[in-house]
């Protein structure tokens, strides 16, 4: 909702709905939900937030919405003001369901987005260095060097020098790393992992703020395309969502256009469409 309002100030201008003052104090405790790269750009977040929050509750009272207050999974409970804002929302923004095609559609145009992530299991010899300490980076990554060259010769050695040179407590089980997805490991070591095929052994050690580390592919499950019918459910969700979303926008939107703000500006109805 609140990616319908622009700022049309510098922060700390009197933000007014109505001729309802917004007061600083109340911006200047909102800020602290809304992480921004300056306490400027908190400072506008807090206050077209609040801005939103007052025109919704002003139209709730013109209208005389009354709702029982609900309490989410954690427990917290609405205050009558929130429970109101809730009921005109829901009454007023009224979206139909994605239908099949539209569904069907979107999976087709986005089929990439419906596969299984692949699946790996790997293992590796660790020689171990700390990030910061330039003298052993240079010696470990000799050593790693060296092994890898080794390895190269000689792969069958691999699940022996894991257990005897491996820094990594994972040595004891020949360097077994176990089965890991994209995301499961560091940037820089998965950039190479996922690029290997089965049996292959990196040429070039990997370097980590743990060390260096050699790499050997033991097994790779491909990601399997998701039937249609299992990501039915939540495609339509999707859907649905973004489509609630816009028509929210355009409501508030309206709504905006019809008060008297100060301070902050709502987009005008028609550029949503």
Same mark, same amino acid.
């Given at each position: 909702?609140?990616? /319908?309002?622009? $700022?049309?100030?510098?922060?700390?201008?009197?933000?007014?709905?109505?001729?309802?003052?917004? $007061?600083?104090? &109340?911006?200047?405790?909102? !800020?602290?939900?809304? $992480?921004?790269?300056?306490?400027?750009?908190?400072?506008?977040?807090?206050?077209?937030?609040?801005?939103?929050?007052?025109?919704? #509750?002003?139209? &709730?009272?013109?209208?005389?919405?009354?709702?029982?207050? #609900? #309490?989410?999974?954690?427990?917290?409970?609405?205050?009558?003001?929130?429970?109101?804002?809730?009921?005109?929302?829901? &009454?007023?923004?009224?979206? $139909?369901?994605?239908?099949?095609?539209?569904?069907?559609?979107?999976?087709?145009?986005?089929?990439?987005?419906?596969?299984?992530?692949?699946?790996?299991? !790997?293992?590796?010899?660790?020689?171990?260095?700390?990030?910061?300490?330039?003298?052993?980076?240079?010696?470990?990554?000799?050593?790693?060097?060296?092994?890898?060259?080794?390895?190269?010769?000689?792969?069958?050695?691999?699940?022996?020098?894991?257990?005897?040179?491996? %820094?990594?407590? /994972?040595?004891?089980?020949?360097?077994?790393?176990?089965?890991?997805?994209?995301? %499961?490991?560091?940037?820089?070591?998965?950039?190479?992992?996922?690029?290997? &095929?089965?049996?292959?052994?990196?040429?070039?050690?990997?370097?980590?703020?743990?060390?260096?580390?050699?790499?050997?592919?033991?097994?790779?499950?491909?990601?399997?395309?998701?039937?249609?019918?299992?990501?039915?459910?939540?495609?339509? !969700?999707?859907?649905?969502?973004?489509?609630?979303?816009?028509?929210?926008?355009?409501?508030?939107?309206?709504?905006? /256009?019809?008060? %008297?703000?100060?301070?902050?500006?709502?987009?005008?109805?028609?550029?949503?469409?």
């Amino acid at each position: 909702m609140n990616r /319908s309002i622009q $700022p049309t100030s510098t922060p700390r201008r009197q933000i007014s709905v109505n001729g309802r003052v917004i $007061p600083h104090a &109340s911006i200047a405790r909102e !800020a602290q939900n809304h $992480p921004a790269a300056t306490s400027a750009e908190a400072w506008i977040a807090a206050a077209r937030a609040l801005a939103l929050r007052e025109l919704l #509750a002003q139209e &709730s009272k013109r209208l005389g919405v009354v709702a029982t207050p #609900a #309490a989410d999974e954690d427990g917290r409970v609405e205050t009558v003001e929130e429970a109101a804002m809730r009921a005109l929302v829901e &009454s007023e923004v009224q979206t $139909p369901d994605p239908s099949e095609d539209e569904c069907r559609r979107y999976y087709e145009n986005n089929s990439r987005r419906f596969r299984s992530a692949p699946i790996v299991e !790997a293992a590796h010899i660790l020689i171990a260095a700390a990030p910061d300490d330039r003298k052993a980076r240079a010696k470990a990554e000799a050593r790693a060097n060296a092994l890898g060259a080794h390895l190269t010769l000689h792969p069958e050695r691999f699940a022996d020098l894991a257990r005897e040179v491996s %820094d990594c407590p /994972s040595g004891k089980q020949n360097g077994n790393l176990g089965q890991m997805s994209p995301g %499961d490991t560091a940037p820089e070591f998965e950039a190479v992992l996922f690029g290997l &095929s089965v049996g292959d052994i990196t040429a070039k050690p990997i370097a980590s703020r743990f060390g260096f580390h050699i790499v050997k592919l033991e097994r790779r499950i491909e990601g399997k395309q998701i039937p249609y019918e299992f990501a039915r459910a939540r495609i339509a !969700a999707y859907l649905a969502e973004a489509v609630r979303r816009r028509a929210l926008s355009q409501y508030v939107a309206v709504l905006a /256009s019809k008060a %008297d703000l100060r301070g902050v500006e709502f987009v005008r109805p028609e550029n949503l469409i």
